[in-house]
């Protein structure tokens, strides 16, 4: 099957449906980072320190907006990403934390986690984060071999790793999720066994393992544009992969979803509602949300977006709350979510996970069933042994995660932007 053949879609008008009723999911963005890593095209930045303080005050005043704006809804989770939040002084997380609660009816067993750099966490800080109410811990490894991390660019050394880890469980953190990275520029066979047997003598709860892309306009571009690096070799990545596959598995990890395993119970509910469509509300520059049947991202640069939201007042909210932060706040794209972009969401999404896409919760929310929504699209990839199908919904069969991409390009819509994670 030629996964570049163009896909016709069915077509289905209407409003959106609405999404799965539930708490939303809030991504806070924290864009400091204490060197910028020569791989990273993540909307974060170095050496902007001194606009921390006017910053912490400009994502409180838009979390206080939202809360105004959408009249308090449940938060079920809260995650802190960037950049690296840890790098922030830990009195501006407990800030950040008391303003959410006080805007927000934030569950009693909300998850709340935060991004962190293994440098940045001592046992003051650690106390403090679990004071706060900060529950799962995920620490930025990335490698445990000295000679990749300074490839990477990145500020800690394989020990500072280990004890970062063993620092926080002895801090009490009962939920701690490593993310490494795979096919890097002379990266062997080798050296990623050793990285996985680290990490999993370490016995963290959770891990996120990413291959590294090679991002345009990056440092590392250049280096490998001039030969400086080699570029990654897929084959090998794909080795590497199918590696992590069998040693998770066999150390009893749930491999639930492409890039991420967990011990049972202990998947990231955060990163569930993006992969389920559910609503989420990201506060922060440059972040995306999709609440009220509407997709939206808040302009990228920090500076203007602490002047964005000192110049907002909600004098007068009346009216759609996504069309005041357009108009008066820091919200810079909309596109409306309509019924078949949604659906494109749903499958592109849902099929990252082990479960796929479960038949009764599609029927429940768009009131049509799996099949009918992409009828082509699934028997063909049937056929092709690509996509299981059954009661219970359909999924990409284990031992074809690897080309999970020929399979989400037969759901894009082409009327929408990639639904990338949001940031
Ligand atoms: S620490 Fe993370 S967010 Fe910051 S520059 Fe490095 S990869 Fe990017």
Known sequence: MDARQPVIFPVISGPPSAPADGPLALYVHIPFCETKCPYCDFNTYAAIEPLMPEYVAALASEIESWGALLDHPQIGTIFFGGGTPSYLPSSDIETLLTTVRGEFAVAGDAEITLESNPGDLDAAKLAAYLDQGVNRLSI???????GLLAMLGRRHDAASAVSAFEAARAAGFENVSIDLMFGLPNQTREQWGETLSQCLSLEPDHTSL?????????????????????EPDPDLAADMYLDACDGLERSGYSHYEISNWARAGLESRHNLAYWRSSPYLGVGPGAHSYVSGHRFANLKSPRAYIGRMADLSLD????????????DGPVAD???????????DVFMMGLRLSGGISARAFEERFGMTVRDARAEQIDELVVAGMLVSDEAGIRIPH????????????????????????R
């Open 210 to 230: 990413y291959a590294l892309t090679v991002e345009p306009n990056t440092p590392m571009e250049h280096s490998v544009n001039s030969g400086e690096l080699p």
């Open 140 to 146: 930025g490894v990335q490698s445990f071999d000295d």
């Open 399 to 422: 031992d074809r995660w690897l080309m999970g991409n020929e399979v989400f390009v037969r759901f894009i819509d082409d009327s929408i932007s990639s639904p990338a994670l949001p």
């Open 316 to 327: 007068d909210i009346s009216g759609d709350p996504v069309a005041v932060m357009r108009r």
């Open 334 to 344: 909309v596109e409306e979510a309509t019924i078949s972009i949604e659906i494109s």
